[in-house]
């Protein structure tokens, strides 16, 4: 039984489809949606459930601006800003359109999937602020404004610069770093746009284990380059000198290991059919750990790492780390654990409480006279032949000719939401033409999708899947339809239903397999398309609503069951925590602890007068006293929702070794396989 499927025993809960709205427009839209805010001090990760890849982040005053990767898709460089680095919220795109060919356009067969605008250098200098960004094929180019919210100004430097990071000295100059395990060091011209002649100088030899993506910062004197590097699974590399030219010190891991107990997917091995497969690892692995990302210092002096972790198929994922300093360098963790991030822990200190925040609203009936910022295009669209207005609370999509899904122009997209999500598209389908076909697709490698097809004949509802090149036709009665996706990125499986009513929804075709790629360099997209076979434009589409529903929005799937008595059972096992007589603890047939609330998402297990207790060396008894730190545990769940339970004496978790039975508090972080056995399910 996999774990959702224990987790859904225990809550007796209903069966997936039970869960799906109802995609009726009379009835509103979804508005829930992830937030990593628990409402109690604490976060939990990922900070969006959507992918935000390559971050780069910056504090100008109280406010924290962030910035990522969005290749080919327009507008890119969406900018962020929050005032605690947990509640975020839309300020702007940097950049409209980045129309550099026909490729950018999907013109003449090309295109720019895996290409276009990516891990951008986000900087603040004297009252500006800078994103320099990769664009491949192109130099690399500079976005320049007063106010994050623009207006932005591109500009191209002379030279491309791979994975690069800017730094403004104190001096007044600037310095880039950038490229691959070498890694590169100049000084920047003081129009930023070239290097000054003479200053480049190879950093590293290809060894010493700095990897790529830099985060380049002067922290009290000292020169701080961190990196990602793949050694046996991501980790996070740093190096640092006493002048800004070296020479620099490397550190191999200030974060190493950290995925929270996530295991990887199978993973695409070939960009088009017939498609290969790889994977996943052995599940052992820390194939999806932390990497890519850097540090920054709050107005309370708290130091807080940012940085990204494979999800699998829903993309890559953003994630906030506490930093611990110790002999001069910036370890993600907590003092006992370094290098691990706790998946749920306490908030950031503000002057000041802040609301529950998020960026984007997901689902979206087209009744503004402008999209909605979480949408983007699938490459530079054709504005002529969109609309909001041509029928007002409707998005229309003209067609034009596409020979599939994956070379249509005018592809309206959002990234896919974990851990589960289901959009619902209301399409009217009256003016398609013959050759037109219109609906809702998983922009992926494969893709899936399931629409409209006009024929001579009428209107069929179509899935395709791309995986297995099948494609399942239902005759439409009607033209307007509901088309829906559930989308499980835990199980990595998405299912395919239509309606005709709003009501009652029918399955469609097999489940579709999700897969993490590489090639396009995102995750799964939800898309709204439109395209002609014919070779010739077609008629229009109509969209009248998109509902993205969410059943779980916060980082824990279930509350904590404060006041309440459980027991522990180990994952996949009958046995688990059991107190006996005197101080000892057994993994027996679990016995009943009371869950005592100590706050900030923190929990006491109490079994009569006793407490579980956790000693310095991380050895566990069940001693009688008053609780304390040493009866202290964070409560948190693996993002497949076992609970875990970090102790605040060790800040490493608690597990009943499955070999031995002996319990003890000292597993740096749950593993992927259970192998420490870490995880438990609760139950009453």
Not at 106 to 117: R, T
Not at 273 to 294: E, M, Y
Not at 435 to 459: F, I, M, S, W
Request: aromatic share 12%; with cysteine.
């Amino acid at each position: 039984m996999s774990s959702l499927a224990a987790l859904a025993v225990i809550l007796g809960a209903a069966p997936a489809s039970a869960l799906s709205p109802e995609a009726s427009a009379s009835k509103g839209l979804s508005t829930a949606t992830w937030t990593p805010d628990n409402g109690d001090g604490t976060f939990t990760n990922p900070l969006f459930y959507d992918e935000f890849s390559d971050p780069d982040l910056i504090r100008v005053g109280d406010w924290f601006y962030l910035t990522g990767t969005t290749m080919h898709t327009m507008p890119g460089l969406p900018i962020l800003r929050s005032k605690d680095l947990v509640n975020w919220e839309f300020v702007a795109y940097a950049l409209d359109k980045l129309d550099l060919g026909p490729a950018f356009r999907l013109e003449d067969g090309k295109n720019i999937y895996g290409q276009g605008i990516w891990a951008p250098s986000f900087r603040y200098h004297d009252g500006k602020f800078y994103i320099f960004s990769n664009v491949n094929g192109q130099t690399t180019q500079i976005f320049t404004a007063a106010d994050p919210k623009g207006p932005w100004t591109r500009t191209s430097m002379k030279r491309s610069f791979h994975d690069l990071s800017v730094l403004f000295d104190d001096d007044g100059k600037a310095y880039v770093v950038w490229d691959h395990q070498t890694m590169h060091l100049a000084q920047l011209t003081d129009d930023l746009t070239d290097i000054v002649p003479g200053t480049e100088r190879v950093l590293f030899a290809k060894d010493a284990g700095m990897g790529e993506g830099a985060h380049f910062y002067k922290i009290d004197g000292k020169y701080y380059i961190i990196s990602a590097n793949y050694a046996g699974g991501f980790r996070m590399p740093a190096a640092r000198a006493d002048h800004v030219l070296g020479p620099y010190e490397v550190n191999q891991a200030i974060s190493l290991h950290e995925d929270f107990g996530m295991a990887s997917s199978k993973r695409t091995g070939s960009p088009k059919p017939p498609f290969t497969f790889w994977g996943p690892t052995p599940v052992a692995k820390h194939d999806l750990a932390l990497h890519q990302g850097g540090v920054v210092q709050t107005p309370a002096g708290e130091w807080w790492g940012f940085s990204m972790m494979d999800f699998n198929s829903v993309g890559r994922l953003l994630g906030l780390s506490p930093i611990t300093w110790k002999d001069g360098w910036p370890y993600f963790g907590l003092p006992g654990n370094l290098t691990r991030t706790p998946r749920t822990w306490v908030k950031p200190k503000t002057a000041a409480p802040q609301p529950v925040r998020v960026p984007f609203r997901r689902s979206d009936d087209f009744s503004a006279p402008k999209l909605q910022p979480l949408w983007q295009w699938n490459h530079v669209p054709v504005d002529g032949k969109w609309s909001l207005s041509e029928r007002p609370g409707f998005l229309r999509l003209h067609a034009l000719p596409a020979t599939t899904f994956y070379d249509a122009r005018n592809t309206l997209t959002q990234r896919a939401i974990g851990p589960m999500s289901t959009p619902t598209v209301l399409l009217d389908a009256s003016n398609l033409k013959p050759g037109d076909t219109a609906g809702l697709g998983l922009l992926n490698l494969p893709y899936a999708t399931l629409g409209v097809e006009k024929r001579a004949e009428g209107l069929d509802v179509v899935l395709y899947d791309q995986h297995p090149d099948k494609t399942v036709r239902v005759k439409m009665t009607g033209t307007r339809v509901w088309l829906r996706a559930n989308c499980d990125f835990l199980t990595e499986r998405a299912r395919f239903s239509y309606s005709f009513d709003g009501v009652t929804f029918t399955p469609i075709g097999d489940e579709v397999e999700l897969f993490y790629q590489t090639f396009t360099f995102q995750g799964v997209r939800y898309g709204l398309f439109n395209y002609n076979t014919t070779g010739a434009e077609g008629g229009f589409a109509d969209f009248d609503s998109i509902d993205v529903h969410q059943p779980h929005t916060h980082g824990l799937m279930r509350p904590i069951p404060y006041g309440r008595s459980i027991r522990l059972t180990s994952f996949h096992a009958t046995t688990g925590l059991a107190a006996g007589g005197g101080a000892s603890l057994a993994s027996s047939a679990p016995t009943r602890f009371e869950v005592v609330d100590r706050r900030l998402g923190r929990v006491a297990l109490r079994s009569g007068g006793r407490y579980v207790t956790v000693g310095a060396d991380g050895g566990v008894t069940v001693a009688a006293g008053p609780s304390g730190k040493a009866q202290d545990f964070q409560w948190i769940e693996t993002p497949t929702g076992e609970l875990v339970l970090m102790s605040l004496a060790t800040n490493r978790f608690l597990r009943i070794d499955p070999q031995t039975g002996d319990i003890r508090a000292d597993s740096p972080g749950p593993m992927p396989d259970n192998s420490d056995g870490a995880r438990f399910i609760w139950s009453e």
